[in-house]
């Protein structure tokens, strides 16, 4: 039974080398408990955090200690009266091929409503934090402009959609040209900026908005959140939902300050965990649910096969190798 554990906390850029493979004896489930198979794996930006040594809104990981992320697992044994051997279910688990557990926390999902994956993206975490986020943040109005970086990924490809459903004018930003295309042509976006290759970013986001930024969606921080503040409008609003360019980074840059802007438009930024908003799960799930059946929305997703696989594709987050949501099939 192969685990993964945190050899060392990467000191910038995440390596192989961080991770470990440990050879375990596959556990047996005791009374009240059931054996999981590991199926899906969702690898995460924000576990880098939690690869660091600090206090933060969820522990950090320990040193040669498994790894955990959300996972979809079967049931292959039950000695708990509340699953069956081939449900399947879905909460945060260990990266092991086999593990136990008692169900605490673990959901059951339907295989034939939705595809397993699509559990631990539009259907999970993504989904919900994409929704969520824009209800209680964004707010926003038809005809307005929403900003969206990050914006091929799995949270900003779900973000741009929901903008297209509310009538928005919505411009993303991403590193390729191919995702430019995807995020036009699968996704339905007004228009897109490769941020890799725009030599001028207020200059790009100018000629994108020429109404400027009435909600920016932030994935990313740093250079590109200062140019979305460069362009943003009276009233408008930021939602911090991540700053993937600054998890790596040692010491954190310092940039342009906002405090004039944001007292002259009067601009609302805040930050967003979509674990404070566990209450609201349940109807914003049915309103993506619902909007997925009714093909107003659609998803991407990278699929990359192996459990031997999981560390490189966490580490590939970091390089833009993924179009949508980044799940292991194991
Ligand atoms: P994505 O699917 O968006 O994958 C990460 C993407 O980030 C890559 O594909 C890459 O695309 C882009 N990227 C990587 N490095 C950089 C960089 N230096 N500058 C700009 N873009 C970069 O991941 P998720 O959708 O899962 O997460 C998106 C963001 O949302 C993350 O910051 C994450 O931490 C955050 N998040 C926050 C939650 C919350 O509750 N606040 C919950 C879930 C996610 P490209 O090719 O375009 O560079």
Avoid at 13 to 23: A, G, T
Avoid at 90 to 113: H, I, S
Avoid at 139 to 149: F, I, M, N
Avoid at 250 to 274: A, D, H
Wanted: aromatic share 8%; with cysteine; glycine share 10%.
């Amino acid at each position: 039974n192969q685990v993964i554990h945190l050899k060392n906390r990467p000191k910038g850029k995440p390596e192989l080398e961080d991770f470990e493979f440990v050879e375990e004896k596959k556990p047996q489930a005791a009374d009240g408990e059931m054996l999981l198979k590991t199926k899906y794996v969702s690898v995460d930006p924000y576990l880098r955090g939690r690869m660091r040594d600090e206090e933060s809104y969820i522990p950090p990981f320990q040193l040669n200690e498994p790894l955990e992320s959300g996972i979809i697992a079967e049931v292959v044994e039950s000695k708990n009266p509340n699953f069956e051997k081939g449900d399947f279910v879905n909460g945060m688990l260990d990266w092991k091929e086999y593990q136990t557990a008692t169900g605490n926390g673990l959901n059951k999902v339907d295989p034939d409503k939705a595809s397993l994956s699509a559990y631990l993206g539009i259907l999970g975490l993504t989904g919900l934090t994409a929704y969520i986020s824009l209800e209680h943040i964004g707010k926003l109005q038809e005809g307005e402009t929403l900003l969206v970086s990050g914006a091929s990924g799995a949270v900003g490809s779900t973000v741009g959609q929901i903008g297209k459903i509310k009538g928005c004018r919505v411009v993303g930003i991403a590193g390729t040209d191919e995702k430019i295309k995807l995020m036009k042509e699968k996704f339905g976006f007004d228009h897109g900026i490769n941020y890799k290759t725009i030599d001028d970013m207020n200059q790009a986001v100018a000629k994108a908005c020429p109404d400027g930024v009435d909600v920016y969606f932030d994935n990313v921080g740093g250079e590109i959140l200062d140019a979305a503040m460069q362009n943003i409008n009276k009233d408008g609003r930021v939602i911090n939902c991540g700053a993937i360019s600054l998890y790596n980074m040692t010491e954190t840059p310092k940039g342009p300050r906002y405090e004039g802007i944001m007292v002259k438009k009067t601009v609302r930024m805040q930050g967003f965990l979509v674990r404070d908003h566990v209450r609201e799960f349940g109807p914003a799930t049915q309103q993506l649910a619902q909007w997925l059946s009714a093909d107003k929305l659609t998803y991407e997703e990278t699929i990359v096969e192996g459990f031997k696989n999981i560390p490189q594709a966490f580490l590939d987050l970091f390089e833009g190798k993924n179009k949508g949501k980044m799940v292991v099939k194991v």
